[in-house]
């Protein structure tokens, strides 16, 4: 079964840019939908973005449409969020999933998840 490991998380500015990446073990990563979501403190973990098995299809929750891009290289095993123009209100640790549902807009899309990476965006 595939673990995913989420790196790049940070303390940012507001208006900066981080890039998350989620390494995945195993050999069947092109074979899953790959999404990422957000759980800031006290709130629902929430889909962010999710791309589908070979990248043919994106999909964004709109207060991130234009400043955040899901990328994958399934050769590298490797789900990525480009997040750009990053505001106070993206502070969240951010969690990558691997499921079979595209978009998979709920948790229930997905059955495996990396522990989490936190970003905080400072005013």
């Known amino acids: 079964q595939v673990q995913l490991v989420e790196s790049g998380g940070g303390l940012v500015q507001a208006g900066g840019s981080l890039r998350l990446s989620c390494a995945a073990s195993?050999?069947?990563?092109?074979?899953?939908?790959m999404g990422w979501f957000r759980q800031a403190p006290g709130k629902d973990r929430d889909v962010v973005a999710s791309?589908?098995?070979?990248?043919?299809?994106?999909y964004y929750i709109d207060s991130v449409k234009g400043r955040f891009t899901i990328s994958r290289d399934n050769a590298k095993n490797t789900v990525y969020l480009q997040m750009t123009s990053l505001k106070p209100e993206d502070t969240a640790v951010y969690y990558c999933?691997?499921?079979?549902?595209?978009?998979?807009?709920?948790?229930?899309?997905?059955?495996?998840w990396g522990r989490g990476t936190q970003v905080i965006v400072s005013s």
């Open positions: 195993g050999r069947t990563f092109s074979s899953y939908v």
């Open positions: 791309i589908s098995w070979i990248a043919t299809n994106t």
């Open positions: 999933a691997a499921g079979y549902e595209f978009p998979g807009i709920g948790k229930r899309a997905y059955n495996i």
